[in-house]
T-cell receptor, first 113, second 109 residues
Framework: KAGVTQTPRYLIKTRGQQVTLSCSPI?????VSWYQQTPGQGLQFLFEYFSETQRNKGNFPGRFSGRQFSNSRSEMNVSTLELGDSALYLC????????????FGQGTRLTVV | QKEVEQNSGPLSVPEGAIASLNCTYSDRVSQSFFWYRQYSGKSPELIMSIYSNGDKEDGRFTAQLNKASQYVSLLIRDSQPSDSATYLC?????????FGAGTTVTVRA
């Protein structure tokens, strides 16, 4: 069974640009959550999608957005990139909302210069 | 607000010793807890799930859930240098999985 796939693995962008990250969950999983992790920081929750609907959102500015497609694949977009957006972006796949195991992809390391 | 808290600082243990990690949680009815291991520069990997009160053992790892005291713990027996990583606990939060801040474990050879 294939795991969670995130693309791309690495990205270098310039301030002011926008970026789109992709996440393909485990087959059959309908929930995808996104997290930001900066050095020395814990996992900061961005948002969660289930059946193409955003079910929960963390405390991030509107520059961060996402969506989920009918095949459960999800994308997140960050517009007007800032240096502070440099981080490891992780998506996690679950079979259901709440109280279930979440499996992480390998992450996308974004560097903003 | 339901959340999981992991307050212990870095933990350094000699090879072969037991490493003990703890988390507390706020919601009395929470039943599902998870432990993740994250190596530096890598993504978190699920290593243990526990759904009922008591102990669950998997190889050198034992997860413990104490609902009366609202804490969940992870014991790593016979610690190896390869166990050096950050360990994250997770449990039900407000409409999402809540992660602790993580405990960095260093196993000294």
């Amino acid at each position: 069974k294939a795991g969670v796939t995130q693309t791309p693995r690495y990205l270098i962008k310039t301030r002011g640009q926008q970026v789109t990250l992709s996440c393909s969950p485990i087959s059959g999983h309908r929930s995808v959550s996104w997290y930001q992790q900066t050095p020395g920081q814990g996992l900061q929750f961005l948002f969660e999608y289930f059946s193409e609907t955003q079910r929960n959102k963390g405390n991030f500015p509107g520059r961060f957005s996402g969506r989920q497609f009918s095949n459960s694949r999800s994308e997140m977009n960050v517009s007007t990139l800032e240096l502070g957006d440099s981080a490891l972006y992780l998506c996690a796949s679950s079979s259901h909302l709440l109280n279930t195991e979440a499996f992480f992809g390998q992450g996308t390391r974004l560097t903003v210069v | 607000q339901k959340e999981v808290e992991q307050n212990s600082g870095p933990l350094s243990v000699p090879e072969g010793a037991i490493a003990s990690l703890n988390c507390t949680y706020s919601d009395r009815v929470s039943q599902s807890f998870f432990w993740y291991r994250q190596y530096s520069g890598k993504s978190p990997e699920l290593i243990m799930s526990i759904y009922s009160n008591g102990d669950k053992e998997d190889g050198r790892f034992t997860a413990q859930l104490n609902k009366a005291s609202q804490y969940v713990s992870l014991l790593i027996r016979d610690s190896q240098p390869s166990d050096s990583a950050t360990y994250l606990c997770a449990g039900p939060g407000d409409y999402k999985l809540s992660f602790g801040a993580g405990t960095t474990v260093t196993v000294r050879a």
